[in-house]
């Protein structure tokens, strides 16, 4: 027990370290550990390395909203949408607010997925053999529901089939962690650029007390947990896909209730990964596959102690994010932005080079110009999520 509490504390720290470093993932983390396996194995138990997997990946996809909402640098993951909404009320002087409703979907996410476990179960064991013949088409189907919402359809198909090219051209690329590249240039770096030819200043963040109403929580979470269990069943869509049809099905169109909804899908994902690596033995998540490696097999009484393991860490970086964010609410307006967004730019520029190499930064600084583009067409930016989905349609197609 003893040896448990030391990791998750470990475990918590290393998620705030990935969750505030733009660019610098858990799977990254997770490549470390197992390629050290065989020497901490030597040391710590199968469950106790696992542990410090889980405890990593949940502190960070809460902490990682504050990188994404202030910097305007996501991670690189689907939930990097969030900066979207995010920022555009940090430019409103409610930068502080954003986080709170994002961490706040985040927790009640964790609690719901937690408590509904038992119906998950059913519904991904009986569900998902059901469709999976389909899966393409449904992505499909999706894809074109969120296509055909768009004012400017031409360009959202355009930029869906563009980023889909990018993202094929770039997974067959021999380079290591090849969507660092191309999400840093997608959503990051393309974001940051378009501030500084916008000129933005941002404001000085109010500091207002967070009045959430239990109904819109309790809406907006509720509706997480089933866009997020549908999502879950088709590889290539996430957080943000899953936000805008829960948005829609519920004619929700309120910025807050979004943040809430991403939030909330975000750590109901990775409850979900764990139903599933337990329900149908396939994991759809880096941290999931690392823990596949260390345990020989998946229990229930597995399941159930990462479960308990998931929450208090959940917990513990929910209050610290929370202080944190006051900090960033209070200093943020006295930080020269354009000085901090070419810092966060070179950044991750070197960071690219020495993980990806000089073929990582050609991936780069295409991914940014693609990036921008939706911006100058005005349409949604959740299209570019086409270079994971393409991919995944293409490869249940043939």
């Known amino acids: 027990m003893l040896e448990l509490l030391v990791i998750i504390v ?4 290393l998620g705030i370290i990935c969750g ?17 396996s065989p020497i901490l194995l030597s040391y710590l138990s199968p469950i106790g390395l696992a542990t410090l997997i889980v405890a990593v990946a949940v502190s960070n996809s809460i902490i990682d909203a504050l990188p994404s909402i202030y910097l305007g640098a996501p991670d690189a993951d689907s939930s990097a949408m969030n900066v979207l909404p ?15 409703l994002t961490i706040t979907g985040s927790l009640f996410g964790l609690i719901f997925a937690i408590v509904s476990i038992p119906p998950l ?3 991904l064991s009986k569900g998902y053999p059901l469709i999976i013949k389909y ?10 529901f969120l296509i055909l919402r768009e004012k400017n359809r031409l360009w959202a ?22 969507l660092f590249p191309l999400f840093s240039g997608l959503f990051g770096i393309s974001t940051l650029l378009l501030g500084l030819k916008n000129k933005v200043k941002i404001p000085k963040q109010e500091k207002v007390e967070i009045n959430i109403k239990k109904r819109k929580i309790f809406k907006s979470v509720l509706t997480s947990l089933i866009s997020g269990s549908i999502v879950s069943m088709l590889p290539g869509l996430g957080s943000a896909q899953g936000a805008i049809l829960g948005s829609s099905i519920v004619k929700e169109k309120d910025s807050k209730s979004f943040l809430i909804m991403v939030g909330g899908i975000s750590t109901i994902d990775f409850i979900i990964s764990f139903v599933s690596i337990y329900a149908l033995d396939k994991a759809r998540n880096g941290s999931i596959v690392a823990v596949s490696k260390i345990m020989e097999a998946f229990t229930i009484n597995d399941l159930i102690i990462f479960i308990a393991i998931a929450l208090v860490v959940g917990g513990i970086s929910t209050i610290i994010a929370m202080k944190m964010s006051k900090l960033f609410s209070t200093y943020i307006s006295m930080i020269n932005y ?11 520029t070197i960071a690219v080079l020495i993980i990806s190499g000089f073929i990582g930064v050609i991936v780069l600084f295409t991914a940014i110009f693609l990036g921008m583009l939706p911006d ?15 991919p995944v349609i293409l490869f249940f197609l043939l």
């Open 20 to 36: 505030l470093v733009p660019g610098l993932h858990p799977n990254a983390v997770n490549v470390i550990l197992i390629s050290l």
């Open 157 to 178: 198909l355009i930029i869906f089939l563009l980023s889909g090219i990018l993202g094929i051209a770039t997974i067959n690329l021999q380079i290591k962690e090849p």
């Open 135 to 144: 899966i393409a088409f449904i992505i499909i189907a999706v894809m074109a």
């Open 10 to 13: 470990l475990g918590t720290i």
């Open 121 to 123: 179960i059913t519904f």
């Open 338 to 348: 354009n000085i901090l967004s070419l810092t966060i730019i070179a950044g991750l």
């Open 376 to 390: 100058l067409k005005e349409t949604g930016k959740s299209h570019l999520m086409g270079s994971l989905i393409l």
């Open 86 to 100: 995010g920022h555009k009320m940090l430019l409103d002087g409610k930068g502080h607010e954003a986080i709170i």
